[in-house]
């Protein structure tokens, strides 16, 4: 397996525009999570599915954040408009949950570094 | 919903000397404390976890403690060498995942 895969490693923006990011998952794994990484606030959950389902979306910080989850194995993250401080890096990272427990391995992919000017 | 406090958030060290790092936890209904290593420009990868019914582990240089009553863990790294130098995460979990706000290592040789 490739691991989770994640589109666009970089994006630059302006602000204004819309952001897409994209997450594919680990076959088997029925967990995803977005997470955000910037150095004054660390890692950050944003939201996560569990078998397609949202289960917690408290740390998507405005309305300007959506998630979808349309099939078990792909996921995206949307920013419209984007704003200068939603600069960061977005982790997508999977796991198999049993019973709404994560007691397994968090895979991450390599990032989405967004930049937006 | 779960807290978790790391430190320091800065550690240097001389190579073959000891590294550790403390973390405490807010939810007592956490049981599962895994440590993760990101690397600069890298994704953060497991490197060590413990769950709630063991009190430590071992991976060669690599150990992790957990007292709950304390409700705090902590990563040891004994001969660190230069390639131990990254940013480390610990986490705690109920579900989901809550982690650390990471501390940054640096191995000097």
């Known amino acids: 397996d490739a691991g989770v895969i994640q589109s666009p490693r970089h994006e630059v923006t302006e602000m204004g525009q819309e952001v897409t990011l994209r997450c594919k998952l680990i076959?088997?794994?029925?967990?995803l999570f977005w997470y955000r990484q910037t150095m004054m606030r660390g890692l950050e959950l944003l939201i996560y599915?569990?078998?397609?389902?949202?289960?917690?979306d408290s740390g998507m910080p405005e309305d300007r954040f959506s998630a979808k989850m349309p099939n078990a194995s792909f996921s995206t993250l949307k920013i419209q408009p984007s704003e200068p401080r939603d600069s960061a890096v977005y982790f997508c990272a999977s796991s198999l949950t049993s019973g709404g427990a994560n007691t397994g391995e968090l895979f991450f992919g390599e990032g989405s570094r967004l930049t937006v000017l | 919903g779960e807290n978790v406090e790391q430190h320091p958030s800065t550690l240097s060290v001389q190579e073959g000397d000891s590294a550790v790092i403390k973390c405490t936890y807010s939810?007592?209904?956490?049981?599962?404390f895994p440590w993760y290593k990101q690397e600069l420009g890298k994704r953060p990868q497991l490197i060590i976890d413990?769950?709630?019914?063991?009190g430590e582990k071992k991976d060669q240089r690599i150990a992790v403690t957990l007292n709950k009553t304390a409700k705090h863990f902590s990563l040891h790294i004994t001969e660190t060498q230069p390639e131990d130098s990254a940013v480390y995460f610990c986490?705690?979990?109920?579900?989901?995942?809550?982690f650390g706000k990471g501390t940054r290592l640096s191995v000097i040789a």
């Open positions: 986490a705690a979990s109920i579900s989901p995942l809550v």
């Open positions: 599915f569990n078998n397609n389902v949202p289960i917690d």
């Open positions: 076959s088997g794994h029925n967990s």
């Open positions: 413990i769950r709630s019914n063991v």
């Open positions: 939810d007592s209904a956490s049981n599962y």
